[in-house]
């Protein structure tokens, strides 16, 4: 069975709306997605605040007019606007999303879930009320997630998640890796999908790759 590893935030418009697409073509490839919850602000701060240099007319096009379309095309009901309590602390939201995890459950339907109510519903995952409807609407139990979601050893796991994202030179939610090769947004969501069934050549770089294998067959 072919791993897809997905990182992501639970506050992410663009992985909300590649998440139907993400689940249909991770089943037709008999395929398990990995879910790796990232804390975004973190990323983003460490690759120098990427975002804040972008001119008020570019922040603009990125994140609405691009998500309105995206959201459009891919079906994904969408709120108007930025949600409410989207500026909200990451840690509850992606601990449950790692508590559930780490409860041994399949968190493909939950995780959508969240990124669902947030971007269509404008809930607020930093709200127990609020994420506690989501967790039992997905079958689940939500005081155990809940209880756990801001533990130290499930924190513990999201810093973990987020500290091998900037090593593996993840810059944005959702990035994808299937066998080791990163796709980047949703919008390469049919590449992902093509690499399942055969993965890309890999031509850049290659004449140093053949330079070190010449010199290990050579030693």
């Known amino acids: ?17 590649g998440a139907s697409l993400l689940s249909r073509i991770a089943s037709r490839a008999n395929a398990r997605i990995i879910h790796r919850p990232i804390e975004l602000r973190q990323l ?12 008020p007319q570019r922040r603009e096009y990125f994140s609405g007019r691009e998500i309105e379309r995206w959201a459009a095309y891919r079906g994904a009901p969408i709120m108007r606007g930025i949600p409410t309590h989207h500026d909200n602390d990451l840690a509850r939201a992606n601990g449950v999303l790692i508590a559930a995890i780490e409860a041994d459950h399949n ?12 971007w269509r519903d404008d809930a607020d995952l930093d709200n127990e009320d609020d994420l506690s409807k989501i967790i039992t609407d997905a079958g689940f139990r939500p005081a155990r997630l809940l209880g ?18 900037m090593e593996r030179s993840v810059f944005g ?9 990163m796709f980047y947004g949703q919008d ?19 004449d ?7 010199e290990g067959a050579g030693g």
């Open 107 to 118: 968190i493909d339907e939950l995780s959508h879930a969240m990124l669902r109510a947030h």
């Open 1 to 17: 069975m072919p791993d897809i590893e997905y990182f992501y935030s639970a506050h992410s418009a663009y992985a909300y709306i």
């Open 188 to 206: 390469h969501l049919e590449l992902l999908e093509q690499a399942l069934e055969k993965p890309f050549p890999r031509l850049w770089g290659q």
């Open 44 to 55: 983003l701060a460490a690759m120098g605040g990427a975002t804040n240099s972008l001119t």
């Open 173 to 181: 939610s959702p990035t994808y890796f299937v066998e080791g090769d």
């Open 148 to 165: 756990s979601a801001l533990s130290t050893k499930v924190q513990d796991i999201h810093a973990r998640n987020t500290a091998e994202a």
């Open 208 to 214: 140093e790759e053949d330079d070190n294998a010449a």
